[in-house]
């Protein structure tokens, strides 16, 4: 074993090994894997092997399909087979509202580029003759399921990344990680210390003891997960023989079950509600390829489902039951990406679904490490997603209710119970007093929407409109009219400063900074010209001498943030970050009576001269120190009041009380969400990601390509000579009962002409056969199933997609932001959209401005 390496990665199984694989592809050869025992001594030796290219977050649904692609490259350089059985699958919906999902699922593959087909339960039960398919209404068939040999993949991983130079060392423990002062790790193994520039975390069932060592806690847990096998069935054997096909793999949703064919036989798996955590606590060191006591009572639930859906199962014996530890985040997908905090190490762990996403992975992180920049948009994988409040037992409790839920739905309005409240502010029993439908905010209560008195404060989750929309619109309507208060305390809050802090903060952002007691809103770019932020920053008065801003962002991002900010802090430690979390909390009125609220309650002029839009201010609010921006995301004229927690509910009781005279009333996350569309504003991680340059992201007045080479300028300048290729726009649609959640197609009328947006499908799938061997194609016979299964019907083609919208009630319009080509960015022509819905084409059309208020004199007055 050397000594030095450029990276280190610890963990043999297919996630490690596909780091490495990546990393020597990249011209990194400087590099070497240390596994305790054997490859694949974790979880990968005993997964049921399946992989699949659909996810919930299309940007993670890619680098499935790109894991899947892989697979033919990795053979072919290491000489190892991976038994690649590309069978294709289907989803089985046994009621109209998961045959709903399906049609969202189909709809998200339209513009992935991915070949899915509505299809009727008899058409699945032609591939799969052993279910019953009375039990169904529908099913989704995915061309690109399969199943594999994880040791055998495993190790072509590894064999590949050997041949391009990476070195493994094998039956050898990691037992400690320690940093020198100039950034370079000591890898201390059982068998000596090898020094290296990056320390790679793909520990698997241990990624957690390897956080530990670095004094991190990763947000990570093993579940067991049982599987069992049948005996060979004569009926699979018939079916092979007569179409000269294997079966292929099968989700019921109802069951919670998968199923496929292996061998002769059948494997069928479940992820039961009864679920169970394997060591909770810390993971054995000498666990290894063993397997864990099966318990068939625990998904005896299941199983009775599955075998009513799937009766030709039910009279096979078992020939084995498999129960093995599987590693979840508290999402279910992975955690990749730099640990904020750390100088260079990195995580690629609970990767549950490591067949399907390792390659994937591995891509990102390699590309990320090589790099400076992953090359994809993996915010849905990235370790920095989740917050200090993701400890231990909160992630013991949200990855057993993931666990549990890992086959049903989630409604776009539903808000799951598990571990919480976590935090709360104040105001928190004030707001369930005042019947607030509260939900989860980066782990922090917030007011969601207030049911009327007498209701029950509760979603009742749904795709379509469901008890919210009247409660909602009559929030919106009242805060326009008259005046509304809401709760801010889930945004970011930071203090920058510093002698420097000025020049730090314009070598970041793209706009100018403000002027002492000033705003500017202002996106922020990585050194390629995307979009990794959006802030409002107010320049405060300076405290001993030294420059001092505010700055308000999202707080989802509030790690990844930092990660950036320290990243480009100068060594000299001249500039401070504070990052307030919940130790600032906020307030905002907004609406034409905001003021004249407002006013009532401080002791200053805050007339329009006095007091300008996009002025900031300390001041006393109630009789509590406050600072106050005059901006909202409502739009409307209005102002965000921060406080130290201490504050809150005094602050709050006073605008309540000065707020009777005007006809104050509550609104909610919803309710602001909602006007926002009625002023075409963005969302952060909606419309603006890292996979959008600024002018894509129709940010053009923030971006001052004149005032210093902040990072990203020469990207930034490069799109703007060119063109943006893309641009972000809003929409009124036609709907019915149901608005978009995010992730639609949006078609255009365009004839044959071709924008270069869409995805070509991947042409990496298996056809779908009937039960004599016959090439079945686009019969689309599914109830309500769309009328076109591809990305081109006639003149209508996918040319975009839906990022997020909603219902905008004070302009009574259904609405939608979403990417098309710039060259129709401003074309409002009727009859020229539409947008998918359930698996509805609804008419659409461009509104280049917004329809409330769009000169902005209202937020200006």
Not at 664 to 688: C, H, I, Q
Not at 754 to 772: Q, S
Request: with cysteine; proline share 5%; aromatic share 10%.
């Amino acid at each position: 074993m050397k000594s030095h390496a450029k990276a280190v990665v610890i963990g043999g199984g297919v996630v490690g090994c596909s780091v490495l694989y990546h990393l020597a592809k990249s011209g990194w050869t400087d590099i070497m894997l240390i596994e305790r025992s054997e490859l694949t001594s974790g979880s990968s030796w005993h997964a049921a092997g399946g992989f699949h290219t659909l996810n919930g977050d299309p940007n993670v649904a890619k680098l499935q399909a790109y894991t899947v692609q892989l697979y033919k490259e990795i053979e072919e350089i290491s000489g190892q087979s991976c038994s690649l059985h590309l069978t294709g699958g289907v989803m089985m919906a046994d009621t109209p509202e998961r045959m709903d999902f399906l049609r969202l699922a189909h709809a998200k593959g339209r513009y992935l580029g991915m070949d899915t087909e509505l299809i009727t339960p008899s058409e699945a039960k032609a591939m799969f003759p052993l279910m019953d398919e009375t039990n169904f209404v529908g099913a989704m068939w995915d061309p690109v399921e399969g199943h594999l040999d994880p040791s055998g993949t495993t190790h072509a991983y590894a064999k590949a990344a050997r041949k391009l130079g990476a070195e493994i060392v094998l039956r050898n423990r990691v037992v400690e990680l320690t940093q020198e002062v100039d950034g370079t790790w000591n890898v201390v193994t059982e068998r000596g210390t090898v020094k290296a520039e990056h320390v790679v975390n793909c520990g698997g069932l241990w990624a957690r003891e390897i956080g530990r060592m670095v004094g991190v806690e990763l947000p990570v847990l093993a579940m067991e997960h049982m599987y069992l096998l049948t005996e060979p069935m004569p009926e699979v054997e018939e079916f092979n023989k007569s179409t000269g096909r294997e079966m292929i793999g099968v989700l019921d949703f109802k069951g919670e079950i998968y199923t496929r064919q292996e061998r002769n036989g059948i494997l069928l798996g479940t992820y039961e509600k009864a679920c169970k955590p394997w060591s909770p606590v810390s993971t054995p060191w000498d666990f290894g390829h063993e397997l864990l006591q099966p318990d068939i009572d625990r998904i005896a639930p299941s199983l009775e489902i599955g075998f009513k859906h799937f009766p030709g199962i039910e009279k096979a014996g078992i020939k084995q039951i498999i129960n093995g530890p599987f590693t979840f985040a508290l999402d279910g997908n992975p955690l990749v990406g730099p640990v904020q905090g750390l100088t260079n190490f990195w995580c690629a762990c609970a990767v549950m679904a490591g067949f399907s996403q390792g390659g994937g992975v591995g891509l990102a992180l390699s590309n990320w490490m090589v790099h400076g920049d992953p090359g994809f948009d993996v915010w849905g994988m990235d370790v920095a997603r989740f917050g200090e409040w993701a400890t231990l037992r909160y992630t013991n409790a949200k990855v057993r209710e993931n666990y549990s839920r890992r086959f049903s739905i989630r409604f776009p309005n539903e808000e799951l119970p598990a571990a919480r409240p976590a935090q709360t502010t104040p105001l928190y029993d004030t707001m369930i007093a005042n019947n607030a439908v509260m939900g989860d905010s980066w782990g922090l209560e917030t007011p969601l929407w207030f049911a009327p008195r007498g209701s029950e404060p509760k979603d009742v989750v749904s795709f379509h409109r469901s008890n919210d929309f009247r409660p909602i619109g009559e929030e919106v309507r009242a805060t326009r009219a008259r005046v509304g208060v809401t709760e801010i305390a889930n945004f970011a809050k930071y203090e920058v400063s510093g002698p420097g802090a000025e020049d730090f903060l314009n070598r970041l952002m793209t706009n100018r900074m403000p002027k002492t007691g000033r705003i500017v809103l202002t996106p922020m770019l990585n050194e390629f010209g995307r979009l990794i932020g959006d802030f409002t920053i107010a320049k405060a008065g300076p405290r001993g001498g030294e420059e001092r801003f505010m700055i308000w962002g999202s707080s989802a991002a509030q790690k990844y943030h930092m990660r950036w900010f320290e990243k480009h802090l100068p060594k000299d430690g001249s500039i401070r970050i504070h990052r307030f979390d919940q130790t600032l909390v906020g307030l905002s009125i907004a609406g034409p009576k905001s003021r004249d609220l407002l006013q009532k309650l401080v002791d200053v002029d805050i007339s329009t001269k006095a007091f300008r839009f996009m002025d900031f201010r300390e001041m006393a609010v109630g009789g509590a120190p406050c600072m106050v921006n005059r901006i909202t995301y409502t739009g409307d004229l209005g102002y965000e009041i921060w406080m130290a927690p201490a504050y809150q509910r005094l602050v709050y009781k006073a605008i309540k009380e000065a707020g009777e005279e005007f006809g104050l009333v509550d609104f909610g996350m919803r309710a602001l969400l909602s006007m926002r569309l009625e002023k075409n504003f963005p969302t952060w991680f909606r419309e603006l990601r890292p996979i959008y340059g600024p002018f894509e992201g129709s940010m053009d007045r923030f971006i001052k390509l004149e005032k210093n080479d902040f990072i990203g300028r020469e990207a930034a300048a490069k799109e703007q000579a060119e063109g943006p290729k893309l641009r972000r726009v809003s929409f009124i649609v036609d709907a019915a009962d149901a608005d978009v959640m995010g992730d639609e197609p949006i078609w255009a009328k365009v004839g044959g002409k071709d924008y270069g947006t869409v995805e070509k499908p991947h042409g990496y799938g298996a056809p779908r056969f009937d039960a004599g061997g016959k090439e079945v194609r686009g019969s689309n016979a599914a109830e309500g199933a769309s009328a076109v299964r591809g990305i081109v019907d006639g003149n209508w083609r996918v040319v975009g997609w839906v990022t997020s919208g909603g219902y905008a009630h004070y302009v009574e319009k259904s609405m939608a932001q979403g990417y098309v080509p710039a060259a129709l960015a401003e074309n409002e022509s009727a009859g020229l959209f539409e947008i998918e819905i359930l698996g509805h084409r609804r008419p659409a059309r461009i509104n280049v401005e917004p329809p409330f208020d769009p000169s902005g004199e209202k937020m200006r007055t």
